[in-house]
């Protein structure tokens, strides 16, 4: 009844209160009674009758009538009990995949960490395969990673399920220090300038220079000087077939799957089958010559000597229809960039315009530059761009400001690339540099630290060049391609920033 209950709790806070009083009244160390055993027991009994909740409000109200010292015992006391070995109880339950679902979003210091908690935590990553999980999560999220599963040939034991042939967790384990080592060599290869050189001498009986390119594992394809495309055999350098069909310099190329598009300073953009070199289209629009072009997902955008951008629709390689001409430039349009929202184009004027790509409206100028732009490439919000007045410049696309303004080239700088880490530029003296973007964009980075390293092996100017996180490939007016190889490199008897070259020669028949 309800004076019984009444009964106990003052019975229970009494006989409790004794042992809970501040330090400062009675010791830390409990004083041994005769009795204290009896009424101990007699407390549990009581409290095992209680219901959960009576249980927890008696507990409540005792707390708060303790010291903070006291506080602190319970509290480490309880804190053993409240942890949950979850990745080894949730395979008791069958639930292995949640655990290793869990496990395969940690880093690889973590992995290693997990492995060392117990065998447990150590069989679920074993089974769970994560070691290799986190390898096929790095080689479809970094391009650099994805490159070197190709060219080492173990991706080979990746993105494969459980029920083919695949090595056991260990070989992944013991992969990724190796695949650490090697992307640690290769970017101090790119800061010291280390690589292998490889050269393709073109030779071309008329006229000397290679003024484009665009490449891939399989080929290389440039545009010459002496009005032919040439392809090339990547890996043994051959000479594999030779288009023609302009009456001037090739000056401008890009290809995909299916076509070759290339724009000449005889006028006309002709569009080429990839794969049997048949001349598909010609589209005869400016006036000058074609400088340059882009074009991606159905759309193509050629700019000219004639001061104009002309924006194509491409249904198919036959099928090209102008959409607008776009004018605003008051001299060479050199160049053109584009992404589904901004059209960037840039001139011999001495600025870079945007366009919307949708409605094909002028939008803003980008002023800075002291003399005419030769090259930009635009990609997010940034803008990198080359000049006659020898600088690069980093521009923001949506506000138009000049982020910063690269010096080191001592001639016009004719071509420019950038990735994620680094901006590469070719020049007319014969340089190409390789500068540390992020350093670039940060504005407390002084100027001595932006350039990395200067690469000197063209006689003549630098014309064009592509990189992507293992090479470089240059052309140049000296009638020669480049291939900078910053993977397979040899360190035998090298000096820093030179290495051994093999040379390739193709003379026109």
């Known amino acids: 009844d309800y004076d019984s209950i009444e009964y106990i709790y003052v019975y229970l806070f009494f006989f409790l209160l004794q042992f809970s009083q501040p330090p400062f009244i ?8 005769g009795n204290y055993e009896k009424e101990k027991d007699v407390c549990f009994q009581l409290f095992d009758q209680w219901s959960e909740a ?10 708060s009538r303790m010291c903070h010292y006291q506080h602190g015992h319970i509290n480490s006391y309880l804190k053993p009990m409240l942890q949950r070995d979850f990745i080894t109880a949730l395979p008791a339950q069958g639930l292995d995949h949640i655990a290793e679902n869990i496990l395969s979003f940690l880093d ?23 070691w290799k999980k986190l390898i096929e999560r790095m080689v479809r999220t970094d391009p650099l990673w994805k490159g070197l599963s190709e060219r080492h040939q173990w991706e080979k034991y990746l993105f494969k399920n459980r029920t083919t042939e695949v090595p056991p967790n260990s070989y992944y384990r013991s992969l990724y220090p190796k695949i650490i080592q090697d992307i640690e060599t290769i970017e101090a290869n790119w800061r010291c300038g280390r690589h292998n050189l490889q050269r393709i001498q073109c030779r071309s009986e008329n006229s000397k220079g290679v003024y484009c390119l665009q490449y891939d594992d399989e080929k290389i394809i440039s545009g010459l000087r002496d009005n032919s495309i040439k392809i090339w055999d990547k890996q043994t350098l051959e000479c594999l077939k030779i288009l023609t069909g302009h009456t001037g310099s090739v000056l401008c190329l890009q290809y995909d799957e299916r076509v070759i598009v290339t724009g000449s300073s005889d006028s006309t953009v002709r569009v080429w089958d990839v794969n049997s070199g048949e001349v598909l289209n010609t589209l005869i ?17 050629t700019c000219s000597k004639d001061r104009s951008i002309a924006v194509w629709d491409m249904a198919s390689p036959t099928d090209i ?72 410049r980093l521009w923001d696309i949506e506000c138009g400001a000049c982020l910063r303004v690269l010096e080191g080239h001592e001639e016009l700088v004719r071509c420019i690339r950038f990735d994620n880490k ?52 240059s052309s140049s007016h000296d009638d020669t391609i480049l291939i900078w190889d910053f993977l397979n490199v040899s360190t035998n008897g090298q000096t820093e920033g030179r290495s051994p070259s093999r040379t390739y020669t193709y003379i026109s028949r």
């Open 285 to 301: 629009h400016h006036n000058e010559a074609v400088l340059h072009l882009r074009f991606c997902n159905g759309l193509m955008v």
């Open 54 to 63: 009576d249980q927890v409000e008696f507990v409540e109200h005792l707390i």
């Open 321 to 392: 229809s102008l959409r607008r001409v776009l004018v605003g430039h008051r001299a060479a349009v050199n160049v053109v960039d584009f992404d589904d929202k901004y059209i960037v184009s840039a001139s011999g004027d001495r600025t870079i315009k945007v366009w919307s790509t949708s409605t094909c409206e002028f939008v803003r100028t980008l002023n800075g530059h002291k003399r005419g732009i030769a090259c930009l490439q635009y990609r997010d919000r940034l803008v990198v761009s080359g000049s006659s007045d020898n600088t690069i």
């Open 26 to 33: 009675c010791s830390r160390k409990r004083p041994s009674e």
């Open 422 to 473: 680094r901006i590469v530029s070719g020049a007319y003296d014969g340089k190409i540099k390789v500068w540390d973007l992020q350093a670039a964009l940060d504005p407390r980075a002084p100027a001595s630290t932006l350039c990395l390293r200067t690469l000197v092996e063209h006689s003549g100017r630098v014309f064009r060049l592509q990189f992507d996180e293992f090479q470089i490939i």
């Open 108 to 130: 690889a210091r973590s992995l290693c960490s997990a492995e060392l908690v117990c065998k447990e935590w150590q069989r679920v990553i074993s089974e769970g395969m994560l």
